[in-house]
């Protein structure tokens, strides 16, 4: 049992976060300060940016959140002219706010190679020289350097194990880029916007397949892998194309992911109850630290696009109805992106358990137990003996069913899973024989239905996400 709880502690101590996207674009967003003090209510650490906006930066000064800045595709050029115009940039955009506001990577561009092509030359030459610059201020540890891919940069996505890089730029950028991304320990970044995939194959693909809904699956011929969700799917296209140059155990960030909320009449898929699906569930698999098929429990970081709405977006309507927030910062709907309980009611929350630290005293840990199972009036009925959860009977056991029952009677109420700190939050069943720790959220069915189909029929991924939106809108209207 020992062995099961320790499990239990690598895999939650290693967990992946999700953070968030914050794009500016609305005439009635908070105030960046309103925004910080917004973000930490909710425990949310990990924050991306699309520049260096003085103000914003600023705003995040002392707050313990980690913040990615970013470098617009347009100022590429300049920025990477040479060592000397980065430096300057570093100095001006990043130096100069370091250590008060955690600036923890630089993200040159987005979409380069498939939007703005013009700067594909530049983008690997400026990624080194801005990593230059950070070595000789020797903040190469602490600020890692990236740049964010479309899933459009991939060719035959299906099945995964067959797909390559776009040949135009697999060995011109793509080869030099991973060999810096390798060389500098940072990660490969993708943007990953399900429902434009979706909405280009909706005669082959199921809408829940793009929402990780149960399903019968699609099999890939060549591996005899199972997959279940469009996610899985296209993450594992990413590393057999990084395999097929070489290149293994890259990490990978999901830059950007999310589904909007509200559209057009004419978008497909569009709802609050899809967004609130792929969301809740896209959260659970990455803090479960899922994987892949073909990388089963590998951690991946991710943010969601976006904090909030932005109603000065361009293009079609979902464009403006990302967020999760409201401007006036209430929630579009309920998730939650640690895994703790911000939300009230079950709602879409991810399920989490509580138990036992290992290595608390005995005595500690029993007074805790004792408190959970009288004063607490947890119920610890399947701990007498004859019952459920009475073997293994071990203080540490025990006092984790405990535990558990009081957290979740509190409805996993932030605190409620403390006990005087021998107590932590976790994301993975500890279930063990017939002993069942429950949960108050919903688990998923996780009772894969029988496979019916496989890789047939070639998925289309749209150029970008952007242009599909906008060009769904135009025929429709
Ligand atoms: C910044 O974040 C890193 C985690 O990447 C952490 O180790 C470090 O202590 C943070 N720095 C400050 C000043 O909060
Ligand atoms: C830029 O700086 C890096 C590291 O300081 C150095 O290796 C490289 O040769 C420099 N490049 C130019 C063009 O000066
Ligand atoms: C590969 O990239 C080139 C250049 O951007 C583009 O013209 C071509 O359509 C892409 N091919 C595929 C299969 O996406
Ligand atoms: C990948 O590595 C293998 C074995 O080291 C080598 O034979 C092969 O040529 C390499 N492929 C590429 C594309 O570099
Ligand atoms: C959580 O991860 C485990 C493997 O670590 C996996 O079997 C399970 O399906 C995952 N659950 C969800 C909801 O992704
Ligand atoms: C949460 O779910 C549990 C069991 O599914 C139910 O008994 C309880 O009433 C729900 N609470 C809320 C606030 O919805
Ligand atoms: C899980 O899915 C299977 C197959 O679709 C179904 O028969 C079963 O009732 C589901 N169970 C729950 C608890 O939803
Ligand atoms: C799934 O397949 C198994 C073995 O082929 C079969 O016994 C079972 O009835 C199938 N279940 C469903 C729901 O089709």
Redesign the pocket.
């Given at each position: 049992m020992i062995v099961g709880f320790l499990i239990v502690f690598l895999a939650s101590s290693c967990s992946a976060f999700v953070g968030v996207n914050y794009g500016t674009d609305g005439d009635n967003l908070p105030t960046p300060q309103q925004v910080v003090d917004f973000l930490q209510r909710q425990q949310i650490s990990h924050v991306r940016i699309f520049d260096t906006d003085a103000g914003l930066l600023q705003a995040f000064a002392g707050s313990n959140i980690q913040v990615l800045v970013g470098i617009p595709n347009e100022e590429i050029l300049s920025v990477g002219k040479s060592n000397a115009s980065a430096v300057d940039w570093v100095k001006k955009n990043v130096m100069t706010y370091l250590p008060g506001t955690n600036i923890t990577g630089i993200v040159v561009g987005s979409q380069v190679l498939t939007d703005y092509s013009s700067a594909a030359a530049s983008l690997v030459s400026t990624m080194r020289y801005i990593h230059a610059a950070l070595v000789a201020a020797n903040l190469d540890d602490q600020v890692k350097v990236s740049t964010p891919h479309g899933t459009a940069v991939i060719q035959n996505w299906f099945p995964p194990s067959a797909a390559v890089f776009n040949q135009s730029y697999a060995e011109t950028v793509m080869r030099p880029m991973l060999d810096f991304l390798a060389d500098s320990s940072s990660y490969f970044m993708l943007n990953f916007y399900p429902l434009a995939i979706y909405a280009q194959n909706q005669q082959t693909m199921s809408i829940d397949f793009a929402l990780f809904r149960p399903n019968s699956g699609q099999i890939d011929s060549s591996t005899n892998l199972l997959y279940t969700n469009l996610f899985e799917t296209v993450i594992d296209g990413v590393y057999s194309a990084m395999a097929a140059l070489n290149f293994t155990g890259m990490p990978l960030v999901v830059s950007e992911t999310g589904w909007p909320s509200r559209g057009d009449p004419a978008e497909v898929a569009v709802s609050l109850d899809n967004a609130a699906t792929y969301a809740s569930n896209f959260v659970r698999h990455i803090l479960n630290n899922t994987g892949t098929p073909r990388r089963p429990g590998l951690a991946m970081n991710a943010y969601m696009y976006e904090l909030f709405n932005e109603d000065m977006r361009q293009g079609a309507t979902s464009e403006k109805n990302y967020g999760l927030f409201y401007p006036d910062q209430t929630p579009v709907y309920t998730v939650d992106l640690t895994g703790a309980s911000l939300a009230?009611?079950?709602?879409t929350r991810v399920p989490s358990w509580c138990i036992a630290k290992e290595g608390m005293s005995t005595s500690s840990l029993q007074a805790a137990l004792d408190y959970a199972c009288g004063q607490g009036r947890a119920d610890c009925s399947q701990l007498q003996p004859g019952q459920q959860c009475y073997f293994p009977d071990t203080v540490l056991d025990h006092a984790s069913y405990a535990f558990n029952k009081y957290y979740q009677k509190a409805?996993m109420a932030p605190g409620s899973c403390d006990f005087a700190g021998v107590a932590t939050v976790t994301f993975t069943d500890p279930s063990h024989g017939q002993c069942r720790f429950p949960t108050?959220?919903?688990q998923q069915n996780t009772t894969s239905p029988n496979v019916t189909r496989s890789f047939g029929q070639s998925f289309k991924i749209p150029p970008s996400t952007g242009l599909l939106f906008l060009s769904v809108a135009l025929f429709w209207s």
């Open positions: 009230s009611g079950n709602g409805m108050i959220v919903p």
